[in-house]
Nanobody
């Protein structure tokens, strides 16, 4: 069974940086597209960034373009989300997700991680 375990969340001041990691196990990681979602209190879960199975193509929500970078290391079975220039509105629980196949979207998620809290203070 696939497991996704996030790490790297925490409390950071506005303008700071965090790097989230998502450790994948149970299947062949390179067969899965991955993405990062976030959910703030009272808001719907939103797709923040996605990357295809070989890491050649990535997409971002407009709200994080130029500040966040998604990447993956298929040899290490890990996906990453580098978050720079963090803002208080980035505060949310961040979830890693994976889908069998080349691409991922909000409507085709096979597996979810448990989430990691990111809090940005002003």
């Amino acid at each position: 069974q696939v497991q996704l375990v996030e790490s790297g969340g925490g409390l950071v001041q506005a303008g700071g940086s965090l790097r989230l990691s998502c450790a994948f196990s149970g299947r062949t990681f390179s067969n899965y597209a991955t993405g990062w979602f976030r959910q703030a209190p009272g808001k719907e879960r939103e797709l923040v960034a996605a990357i295809n199975w070989y890491g050649h193509t990535s997409t971002y929500a407009d709200s994080v373009k130029g500040r966040f970078t998604i990447s993956r290391d298929n040899a290490e079975n890990t996906a990453y989300l580098q978050m720079n220039s963090l803002k208080p509105e980035d505060t949310a629980v961040y979830y890693c997700a994976a889908t069998l196949g080349s691409s991922i979207s909000s409507t085709n998620i096979d597996y979810w991680g448990q989430g990691t809290q990111v809090t940005v203070s002003s």
